[in-house]
């Protein structure tokens, strides 16, 4: 655990817990294995199997690596989930410490397979979320906590319970080292709402629209922002915004409206807005159990946001536990190589299907003792 001055040392307590030594000196019985005809040039792999014993294995050649990691781990629903078709697909038999102890194993080997500029998306619902973030500041420290990302998954629910109804579920996001992380800011367009706020007029040609004053507060003594243009003084206090030229530039091209009262206003258009930055509340709906091609499936944007977010073409990324393939699909979609491990033999068929139909090639292995 880390104890420096900026961790709150805190972290939970449950029987059966391993210090992290043991963790990450256990040794696994068995190896892997290749499933098809090895394809060198292909950068992709996939692994069947446990996921503990499995990235130990891979701990050798990947610690340091991975650039980016997400998962959507059980959630400690003591349910069972099939497919479409009624195929078991995984049973989320692990409660309460059991499940704790389960997931914080893997977080720890996670943290080993990271890069010095990795970061790590942990997706989970909001009956255990609170228990693991505390696991997540155990094993990534609470310094390189970055956001706990409400995620709306599906619409409003009207069951007959006596609480709030929850279509939300939590990302946990962390940095190996906050501040190297990767980060590569994307920024949203305007909803409709704001964009109709924030732009009330429309221009016949460039559509919607505001304006802003061509003046600024301070007094400009002697320079040119302070002198008459169109024979028209900055207000009281206030300065031109721009040099008297490019005021008349501004007028040449029809970028400046005047008022009724004669008072000049710069015309800003919503088509020029750079969008806004993205807030930690995001709505990405699953689809249906009855559409989705594995029982858990998660919306293919959310992922392609995140690997857009935290990785670079190239990075290497992981899901380990990766049931459809769908973080692996959008990490190749967007040119990253990526590294998937589910130990559900339905999930494997599910991932070979869904890998064929995009043309996706990858290297299969089956963890064997
Ligand atoms: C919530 S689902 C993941 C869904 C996935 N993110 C998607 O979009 O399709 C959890 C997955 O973890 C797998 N799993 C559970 N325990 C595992 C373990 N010890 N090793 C590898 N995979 C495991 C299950 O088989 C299941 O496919």
Redesign the pocket.
Known sequence: MNTSAHTRYCELRYPGKWPETDILGAVPGGQLRQLDKPNPACPHSFYV????P?LHLLKQQYAGKVDLI??????ATGRH?ASRDKEH??S?ELLDHHYLE?LRR?LYLLRELLSQQGSIYV?IDKKIGHYVKLLMDEVFGYENFLNDITRIKCNPKNFERQAFGNYSDMILFYAKKRGQHIWQACREPLCEDDLQRLFPKIHPLHGRYTTHPLHAPGETLQGDTGQPWRGLMPPKGRHWRYARQVLDELQAQGLIEWSSTGNPRKMVFAKDHKGTKIQDVWTFKDKGAAY???????NQDL?LRIIQHSSTPGSLVL?????????LLAAHALGRHFMG????E??LK?VRQNFKQAGVACNFFRYQV
Not at 70 to 75: L, M, Q, T, V, W
């Open positions: 199997g446990d996921n503990f499995i997400y998962i959507a781990p059980p959630f989930f697909a995984y989320d389960f893997r997706h989705a091609s594995y029982p858990t499936q998660k992922l899901d380990a536990f990766a049931g459809s393939g769908s973080t491990m589910d130990e559900s339905h999930a599910v």
